[in-house]
């Protein structure tokens, strides 16, 4: 059975700083791994996703994550945050072979002027 | 537009009365998922579907049903809602086991 554990429910940044949104992830075989965002009042939207092919996966919006698989992480990156960036990101794992994915706790992103 | 649509967005019921969330997709996608989002546990795979008339539990499948007559159609049935069914639901779609989730808006649900 997979597992996620997402550092931090709650991140504050400074418009154009980092922002780093970590996840560390549980899995007994090699999983795909996934970010999504969520705007207020809205559904889920992918941002990136891995499947086994590069470890370094940009995804939209200038986001980018690196699975380390060492590590068990695939924390989120972007280098310049944005106002339009405050949201809640979750994170998410998979087993290739079930149908399930499995959800972080979610961190929320405020962004400061 | 390729979309998932709920129906209701928002509804408040009161304990016992049996409701049900409808979900529908028109990209032709085998699979089906419900998932409910508490604040502080993220979302909770509720039940999923792989194809019409194949369904299986997920994390939390107390409390609920689903059916799948049709490929496009998932809708979501609470028989007798209780206060601690009060959430935020998402029906999600996707063409292969792992491939992108696509989630409709989601539907407030609030049991008095």
């Known amino acids: 059975a997979q597992s996620v554990t997402q550092l931090g429910s709650h991140v504050s940044v400074s418009e154009g700083a980092l922002v780093l949104l970590r996840c560390n992830y549980s899995?007994?075989?090699?999983?795909?791994l996934f970010w999504y965002v969520q705007y207020p009042n809205q559904g889920l939207q992918l941002l990136l996703k891995?499947?086994?092919?590069?470890?370094l996966v940009k995804g939209i919006n200038g986001f980018e994550a690196e699975f380390k698989k060492s590590e068990t992480s695939f924390h989120l990156t972007k280098p310049s945050a944005h106002m339009s960036d405050a949201a809640e990101y979750f994170c998410?794992?998979?087993?290739?072979?079930?149908?399930?994915?499995?959800f972080g706790a979610g961190t929320t992103v405020t962004v400061r002027a | 537009e390729a979309q998932v649509t709920q129906n209701p967005r928002y509804l408040i019921t009161v304990t016992g009365k049996k409701l049900t969330v409808t979900c529908s997709q028109n990209m032709n996608h085998e699979y089906m998922s419900w998932y409910r989002q508490d604040p502080g546990l993220g979302l909770r795979q509720i039940y999923y579907s792989m194809n019409v008339e194949v369904t299986d539990k997920g994390d939390v499948p107390e409390g609920y049903k689903v059916s799948r007559k049709e490929k496009r159609n998932f809708p979501l049935i609470l028989e007798s809602p209780s206060p601690n069914q009060t959430s935020l639901y998402f029906c999600?779609?996707?063409?292969?086991?792992?491939?992108?989730?696509?989630f409709g808006p989601g539907t407030r649900l609030t049991v008095l």
């Open positions: 999600a779609s996707h063409t292969t086991r792992v491939n992108e989730q696509f």
């Open positions: 899995s007994s075989v090699p999983p795909y």
């Open positions: 998410a794992v998979s087993d290739p072979d079930d149908y399930k994915l499995s």
């Open positions: 891995y499947t086994s092919a590069a470890t």
